[in-house]
């Protein structure tokens, strides 16, 4: 005889967890559709390279800002000693009035000129007369003096206030862009992490291959074909030598030398082992001595790329330029033809 039971429902709990379950599933399957894909060595490189241009461009506004900020403590410092010392000019006019009128006045509180007109020697009394017309006009001209002093102080006082502010917002400066490249930075670095050892190390190959690219060797030594282009000058000569000197040195933002450096940091380091001081940043340096076209470069000469004028570096000869490029690479030679070129620069 066939059993009427009803078949037992599944219970409340087992049910419940079989539906979360499948909820869970669900929804990582839905993640894992929608999830970015992971980015190619391609993707990352171009992104890390953008990364590291705007780096760059933040890291010569804040050696800008830097140098600006040098130069404006230099001159409150200034401006603050000259304010002392009129301050003390000051004083000693208005001590030299006071003894004066103490002296003028120091017989009482009878008017001189009357004092005089009574005194019984008509001699005496013009000579007197003709003294206290010339303590008088000492006596004014001084209060002159003081005057002038005193509005000469108050503009003095008003220009170094203003340089304090000046310096205040330079600082502010500073600090924003130095932030700004340490977080691009940072994000660059980020990208970099997502890749295998491998891939960041056929990466760097790939890069070092691409800066010496046409040099007849490797972008990082002195092994580059330079040609037989002249040096400008003999201080220009002295400035490329210097910065070969340093081939293989880190690129760091912000430094200048000797163990690291930045576009910049380079050049303006090399110039001045030739006994020449050129401005801190790219683009003060666009601006440093006779602009060239690029068949006119000699070797020695600055080279500025980027319509900003962002990054600089030295013509090498033959095509090629000597530089610090970017973070994770050093001070190496590199094909002219690889960055936007704009113009070059002649010093002296």
């Given amino acids: 005889m066939a059993s009427h039971r009803r078949p037992k429902p ?60 040098e130069k404006l403590e230099k001159q409150v410092t200034a401006l603050q000693d000259k304010v002392a010392r009129g301050q003390d000019e000051l004083n000693e006019m208005r001590d030299g009035l006071g003894l004066m009128a103490s002296n003028q006045y120091r017989t009482g509180g009878i008017d001189p000129a009357l004092q005089l007109f009574l005194s019984s020697d008509p001699d005496s009394y013009l000579e007197k007369a003709s003294t206290l017309d010339q303590v008088s006009a000492k006596q004014a001209a001084s209060l002159q003096k003081i005057q002038d002093k005193q509005r000469t102080l108050a503009q003095q006082r008003k220009e170094a206030q ?66 037989n282009t002249p040096a400008s000058s003999s201080r220009a000569a002295a400035a490329f030598a210097a910065a070969q000197g340093k081939i293989g040195t880190p690129y760091v933002y912000g430094a200048s030398g000797p163990s690291s450096f930045d576009c910049s940091g380079l050049t303006s380091w090399a110039y001045a082992q030739a006994g020449v001081s050129i401005p801190r940043t790219s683009e003060s340096q666009a601006n440093a001595g006779t602009r060239l076209s690029q068949s006119q470069l000699q070797k020695g000469d600055l080279v500025i790329f980027y319509g900003d004028l962002h990054h600089v570096g030295f013509y090498a000869g033959n095509g090629q330029v000597l530089h610090a490029p970017k973070p994770g690479a050093s001070v190496r030679y590199e094909s002219i033809g690889n960055m936007p070129f704009q113009f070059g620069v002649r010093i002296g």
Avoid: H, W
Wanted: charged share 35%.
């Fill in 10 to 69: 599944p219970s409340r709990t087992r049910v419940t967890v079989l539906t979360a379950t499948a909820a869970a599933a669900v929804a990582l399957t839905s993640q894992a559709a929608n999830a970015a894909p992971t980015p190619s060595k391609a993707d990352v490189k171009e992104k890390v390279d953008k990364l590291y241009e705007d780096a760059e461009k933040a890291t010569e506004k804040a050696n800008g800002a830097k140098e600006a900020q």
């Fill in 162 to 227: 203003g340089k304090v502010k000046d310096l205040a917002d330079t600082r502010k400066q500073l600090t924003k862009k130095k932030q700004e490249a340490q977080s691009k930075l940072a994000a660059a670095q980020k990208l970099l992490n997502t890749l295998t050892e491998k891939e960041r190390a056929d990466l760097a190959k790939a890069e070092e291959e691409r800066a010496s690219r046409g040099s007849g060797g490797s972008g990082s030594t002195t092994r580059t074909d330079l040609g």
